[in-house]
């Protein structure tokens, strides 16, 4: 062999169509660390890896066989000490002298390999991780879509509620109208009435007590007794009268917002109250500085129908105390008594005009009062509540709204 | 007659062999999707991960040259490919010309010898990734979209042996990864093995395997070696394929 050939660093190697070896130069056997055995007369795939065996009957020859040339093959040769050497083949068809033999070159390359073989993994994970990120994306996609179906699904779903509570908004105006038209019209049926009563009512009991006056020597006392009745009953509806014409005024005036001064204001009315006949009158117990802001006038009516309750229903006696306490997180005022009470079943019926728990006669009165204080309240922006104990006693509650507070 | 080119190259390979047939018989050829010159547009990673995908291409191609009494000649993979189309359409073909084959190319120890054990095969499958022969080609169809660029139409021709290492791998594991033995005895078409006598990739126990489980077949043991005698020992090839088609008409 030509010596620059033998030395050339590159490895040479050329073998016949039936693949035995025909030369091979010293840097193919250095590479091949077979430096002291004879290539020569070898079969070509004896310094190949099995792999490569494959790779040249399937590819590597019938390339060169076909195309005259095969470039940049990659393979594995078997290292004389067994390991497996990378290199790239260039090789090229010949006729020399009447005979085909194919001439290779030989280059290791164990660098590039190892190169390679990182590229190709990161190529490798790079596609996992886009197959992953697909996924992803594909499953964000169709959260995206449900998130936008349930969105719209929202969107419908207010929009029905807005036009419901349209709907229910103008139904809601539509009633309190009406209410409103049919509370005016009561409130002045009952105000026309009770003052068409009034009139005729004056007159019967003016003229049963002149009758009384002028006959007082006539008559005998069981007629004069009649007499008695007949103005007394005819006060009595008197005073309903009053009391109703009141209540129907109620929902009429406006109200007016002044200073008050509830202590001296329950002062003034229990020096004027006196228990019925044959009860004894309690006695009060009322707190000091008692302020609110209100319409004097029905602030009084409506303590004075609650310490004649109070009164009223303590036949035995016993205490009334008036004052203010803190309930939840404001203040009331209050008029507590300690006579009969009454069940707590009853706590909110009693606030209704002409509810009457008691039918015992001792306790007279209209069934109007409870009604007047709870309208009063409320007209105040306020409210009434009472709580009781049958045989210990009641406590009223009231209060008149945020503006009534000082 | 249909020629079925196997693993590794295309049509091309079977250029020595057509010539001596063609007065007599049809002759078509083709190439495998991902092979040759095939559109790349058509490959379907799926369909081309197991063999089945090959025969269904040989189907199509017969399907829609209406071909009928084909003589199927088969390279290597491309014998299995044959026995499942002759499996799926068995009137389609009248005989199996198997050049090389094997039903299964890694050991099956005690009796099996396919002639790979699997770190082999997975050797090869490596060698497959760092080949690159002609993968420019590969890019060429989407390029070839682009009409100002004229001058790529002549790159095509370079496909011989292209080795797209993606496709090229694909190919190689639905080649030797797969185990077809169990078909084997459902052929229903006459065969000839075509056995090399030093065949790496074919053994001489594979033949002997085939013979004993392939209905209606003959064996044939060439003089040729290696793994591709219709390339390195046209002449024998052809003595044989013209001899036992002659005695197949008798």
């Known amino acids: 062999m030509d010596e620059v050939l033998n030395s ?10 039936d693949g035995k070896i025909l030369a091979a130069n010293q840097t193919l056997l250095d590479m091949l660390e077979r430096s002291d055995r004879k290539l020569e007369g070898q079969h070509v795939e004896s310094i190949f ?16 066989t076909v195309k005259g040339r095969a470039e940049e093959i990659y393979l594995t040769l078997r290292s004389g000490t067994g390991s497996d050497l990378p290199v790239l083949v260039n090789a090229a068809r010949v006729d020399r002298l009447g005979r085909l033999s194919n001439d290779c070159i030989v280059v290791p390359m164990r660098r590039r390999s190892l190169f390679e073989d990182e590229i190709l993994r990161a190529k490798k994970d790079l596609e996992e991780a886009n197959q992953a990120k697909d996924q992803v994306n594909a499953e964000l996609e169709l959260t995206r879509l449900a998130l936008e179906k349930k969105q719209r699904e929202l969107q419908d779903r207010n929009c029905e509620l807005e036009a419901l509570k349209e709907r229910l908004e103008g139904q809601v105006e539509e009633r309190t109208t009406e209410l409103s038209e049919a509370l005016e019209d009561l409130e002045s049926f009952s105000y026309a009435i009770a003052h068409d009563l009034r009139g005729p009512l004056r007159a019967i009991v003016s003229t049963s007590e002149i009758l009384r006056a002028e006959t007082s020597a006539i008559l005998a006392e069981e007629q004069l007794s009649l007499l008695d009745r007949q103005s007394f009953n005819g006060r009595k509806l008197s005073a309903l009268v009053d009391d109703l014409l009141r209540f129907a ?19 003034n009315i229990i020096a004027g109250i006196s228990p019925a006949h044959g009860s004894k009158k309690p006695s009060f117990n009322v707190q000091g500085g008692l302020r609110v802001r209100g319409d004097p006038a029905l602030i009084r009516i409506l303590l004075e129908n609650l310490i004649q309750n109070a009164v009223k229903y303590s036949p035995e006696g016993g205490t009334v105390r008036i004052g203010s306490k803190s309930v ?16 707590m079943e009853f706590a909110e019926k009693i606030f209704q005009p002409f509810e009457r728990l008691h039918s015992d006669s001792r306790f007279e009165g209209s069934g109007i009062g409870l009604a007047t204080v709870k309208r009063i309240a409320e007209r105040h922006g ?7 104990l049958p045989g210990q006693g009641s406590t009223f509650y009231f209060t008149l709204g945020a503006a009534g507070r000082l | 007659m249909v020629f079925a080119h196997g693993f590794g190259c295309d049509q091309n390979m079977w250029r020595f062999i057509t010539p001596a047939f063609e007065d007599d018989y049809r002759i078509t050829l083709f190439d495998y999707v991902g092979s040759g010159g095939s559109d790349l547009r058509a490959y379907d990673p799926d369909r081309y991960s197991s063999l089945e995908g090959y025969a269904e291409d040989v189907l199509d191609v017969c399907e829609e040259l209406d071909l ?5 000649v088969g390279h290597s993979v491309s014998s299995v490919v044959g026995m499942l189309a002759a499996i799926k359409q068995p009137e389609r073909f009248s005989r199996l010309i198997l050049v090389g084959p094997s039903p299964c190319y890694i050991n099956e120890p005690p009796h099996y010898v396919g002639g790979f054990n699997r770190a082999d095969i997975e050797e090869l499958l490596g060698m497959m990734d ?17 009409p100002g660029r004229p001058e790529l139409a002549g790159e095509l021709r370079e496909s011989f042996c292209s080795t797209d290492p993606v496709i090229a791998r694909r190919f190689a594991e639905a080649t030797f990864l797969s185990d077809y033995r169990s078909i084997v005895e459902k052929v229903p078409v006459p065969s000839l093995i075509m056995q090399c006598s030093e065949d790496i990739i074919a053994p001489l126990e594979v033949g002997d395997y085939l013979k004993l489980h392939l209905p209606q077949s003959t064996l044939a043991v060439m003089k040729a070696t290696g793994h ?23």
């Not at chain 2, 760092?130 to 682009?146: D, H, S």
């Open chain 1, 8 to 17: 050339v660093p590159c490895g040479y190697l050329s073998f016949a169509d």
């Open chain 1, 49 to 64: 890896t099995v792999a490569s065996r494959i790779f040249y009957q399937t590819h590597f020859l019938p390339l060169l």
């Open chain 1, 249 to 267: 005024r109620l929902g009429r005036q406006g109200i007016l917002r002044e200073p008050v001064n509830v202590s001296e204001l329950a002062m």
């Open chain 1, 328 to 343: 939840g997180e404001t203040s009331a005022f209050f008029v507590q008594d300690t006579g009969i009470g009454f069940d």
């Open chain 1, 382 to 388: 306020g409210a009434v509540w009472a709580t009781s």
């Open chain 2, 68 to 72: 009928k009494n084909v003589v199927f």
């Open chain 2, 130 to 146: 760092k080949n690159y022969i002609g993968w420019a080609n590969f890019l060429a169809p989407a390029v070839m979209a682009n």
């Open chain 2, 228 to 250: 591709c005698p219709h390339m390195s020992h046209p002449e024998e090839t052809i003595q044989i394929i013209r001899n036992y088609l002659a005695e197949s008409r008798a």
